[in-house]
T-cell receptor, first 117, second 111 residues
């Protein structure tokens, strides 16, 4: 089955640090990847849609200069949280769709738990 | 995408069937019904999806009402590993296939 690998699984760092999270589709090509954020006891909230070879599309209220997304290949998208602060602490999850598929499911990574001290 | 309504929580006993309901009265003709589940501290996992006909796979069955305004996810024999939050999501394939997650149903499985 389609596998999405997310790295790292957990990050603890000081306030002001920039953190990069990688999302890889291991056995399929993904033209589109998605980045979500989930706070404790809440549901997933879509942050942005990452499109290979073009700029990401951000959801309303998500700062594009704060959350930098790069999707340079059909198997890799990265999310960089720039100058992270304690309020950015959250569970970040990526997902990917198989390129060219119609209404097929998204495949999710295992998430990255980010803790900013 | 149209909204779905699910119970906040449900409880089941191990090895018994579980029926998780989902109401989607404003579903459009092109909306597929997707089910995902999320185990604690993990990303969501795809369970099943369908359009009009009932669907079966190795994980579950999806029963879709004739008017498509509701559906039921059926776990035939619940195990402790099935304890998770189950999300029912409608998706028409538009807007780059974005998924909008609601609060889902927290399923507790008792041994």
């Amino acid at each position: 089955g389609a596998v999405v690998s997310q790295h790292p699984s957990r990050v603890i760092c000081k306030s002001g640090t920039s953190v990069k999270i990688e999302c890889r589709s291991l056995d399929f090509q993904a033209t589109t990847m998605f980045w979500y954020r989930q706070f404790p006891k809440q549901s997933l909230m879509l942050m942005a849609t990452s499109n290979e070879g073009s700029k990401a599309t951000y959801e309303q209220g998500v700062e594009k200069d704060k959350f930098l997304i790069n999707h340079a290949s059909l198997t890799l998208s990265t999310l960089t949280v720039t100058s992270a602060h304690p309020e950015d602490s959250s569970f970040y999850i990526c997902s990917a769709r198989v390129s060219g598929s119609f209404n097929q499911p998204q495949h999710f990574g295992d998430g990255t738990r980010l803790s900013i001290l | 995408d149209a909204k779905t309504t699910q119970p906040n929580s449900m409880e089941s006993n191990e090895e018994e069937p579980v029926h998780l309901p989902c109401n989607h009265s404003t579903i459009s003709g092109t909306d597929y019904i997707h089910w995902y589940r999320q185990l604690p501290s993990q990303g969501p996992e795809y369970v099943i999806h369908g359009l009009t006909s009932n669907v079966n796979n190795r994980m579950a069955s999806l029963a879709i009402a004739e008017d498509r305004k509701s559906s039921t996810l059926i776990l035939h024999r619940a195990t402790l590993r099935d304890a998770a939050v189950y999300y029912c999501i409608l998706n028409s394939g538009g807007s780059n296939y974005k998924l909008t997650f609601g609060k889902g149903t927290l399923l507790t499985v008792n041994p």
